[in-house]
């Protein structure tokens, strides 16, 4: 791909300037208050000139980017889905300028290994790349890690809507509070996205902050891309399948699902030899190219057939209530929903986004559209999601007139 061929060429030419220092600021003072940073340390500055070439295939986007950029990595005060108190991680990414920003979480889709996170290397993840150029656009940028993760190492609840929601907003309440100690004036607006789990979190943190009068942020505009929204419909799709392409991402819930939610029934989900793999396998140490390897794309030699029909007749009601209380459809949102999604996704099929806006809008969510990509797959869709949500969220921006500097850097004036 010549995106990450570009980026590649950067690095071996040195015009990247990436820290691994070892200079870090504890600056929290309430040890286990949600939101509190317990750490945070430099990754990396990056030069506008070096984010364009970055995204020199996507002129739109290189034309918008106008600020240099620096990378903080943050560790903070979360709970985990026992409301236990624990520490996660994310990225925070400052353009740098005096202006007032605005504020956007970009949510990374499903990843299997600890380290795959932008907090251990900004540059090997889409969301990671993604978020250089909301940086540069004037965006601070948030890529949370969430639970499982980064610093974090229990097993990551995968599509588990609130553990990972309050994940997200604590990452938030952590980010203004350092921008409010590093004098970086923050505009109130609020931005949301995310592709496949990270549009489904993207969702369920809406959902989240939406619903609990006690957080108290407000949201500008969401973009939710590829996430199986309607997880209890598209589990019974799947029931119904004969095979499916990613069996990792499957068992990966199943697998979770059966720790958070305590139902000691891996022997009666799984197969063997499958089943006594499960936890190794989701130890946050394989990729999925390596869990795929190992697991069947057929269902039925994949799943025991009396759990698939447990669910199909609707009779394994703790697994059955599981996937209904992680469905994101029971509902009415506030802020304005726009969904990505590929028509021909086979990992998470278009039917979520379009129940989802169907469902949202019967219960009175206002301005919630949909746009799909004819004959484009779960992989094949994500760049045009992204540069979608870029554009989309861009709009929302206050106009400004933007001239360079002799250091090249950006100075904005406001017109």
């Given amino acids: 791909m010549k995106f990450l061929k570009s980026v590649f060429l950067l690095l071996l030419s040195g015009l990247v300037i990436h820290s691994c220092s070892d200079k870090s600021s504890p600056t929290g003072t309430n040890a286990g208050e949600r939101g509190t940073i317990s750490h945070s340390s430099l990754l990396a500055k990056y030069p506008v000139e070096t984010i364009q070439l970055f995204t020199e295939q996507q002129d739109s986007i290189a034309e918008a980017l106008h600020y240099d950029i620096t990378a903080i990595k943050i560790e903070y005060q979360t709970i985990d889905w026992n409301s236990d108190p624990t520490v996660a991680s994310g990225v925070l990414i400052v353009p740098d300028t ?3 920003l605005p504020i956007a979480s970009v949510q990374h889709g499903t990843v299997f290994q600890r380290d795959a996170v932008a907090s251990a290397g900004l540059l090997d993840s889409r969301e990671g790349l993604a978020g250089l150029a909301f940086a540069s656009a004037g965006f601070v940028t948030l890529l949370p890690d969430y639970l499982g993760y980064g610093v974090s190492e229990m097993m990551h609840p995968y599509l588990v809507a609130d553990a990972n929601a309050e994940v997200v907003i604590d990452f938030i309440y ?7 100690k590093n004098d970086v004036t923050l505009n109130g607006q609020l931005f949301l996205g995310g592709y ?34 309607d997880l209890s419909g598209m589990v019974q799709r799947i029931g119904q399948r004969m095979s499916y392409p990613e ?30 793999q499960m936890t190794e396998l989701f130890n946050g140490t394989h990729n999925s190219n390596d869990i795929d ?38 509902w009415t949102p506030e802020a304005p929903i726009r969904f990505f999604h590929g ?23 206002q301005n919630i559209t949909l746009k799909t990509y004819p004959g484009l797959g779960h992989s094949e869709a994500a760049i045009p999601a992204y540069l979608d949500m870029f554009d989309w969220f861009s709009s929302f921006l206050p106009r400004t007139k933007i001239s360079q500097t002799a250091k090249r850097q950006a100075e904005v004036v406001e017109e």
Wanted: glycine share 6%; aromatic share 8%; charged share 20%.
């Fill in 98 to 100: 005096t202006l007032p």
């Fill in 174 to 180: 952590a980010a203004r509070k350092w921008c409010e």
């Fill in 196 to 229: 496949s789990e990270g549009g489904y979190i993207t969702l369920a943190t809406q959902k989240a902050i939406e619903t609990d009068p006690a957080v108290d942020l407000q949201l500008t505009v969401v973009a939710p891309c590829a996430g199986p929204y």
């Fill in 247 to 276: 069996p990792a991402f499957l068992s990966f819930m199943l697998t979770a699902y059966n720790k958070i939610y305590g139902w000691n029934q891996i022997e009666d989900i799984f197969e063997e030899p499958y089943a006594n």
């Fill in 293 to 330: 390897s190992v697991l069947p794309d057929s269902i039925s030699q994949l799943l025991k057939p009396e759990f698939i029909q447990s669910i199909l007749n609707g009779e394994n009601q703790p697994v059955i209530q599981a996937f209904q209380e992680n469905t994101l459809l029971d």
């Fill in 343 to 365: 028509e021909a996704d086979q990992v998470v099929d278009v039917e979520n986004a379009r129940v989802a806006q169907q469902q949202l809008t019967a219960n009175g969510g």
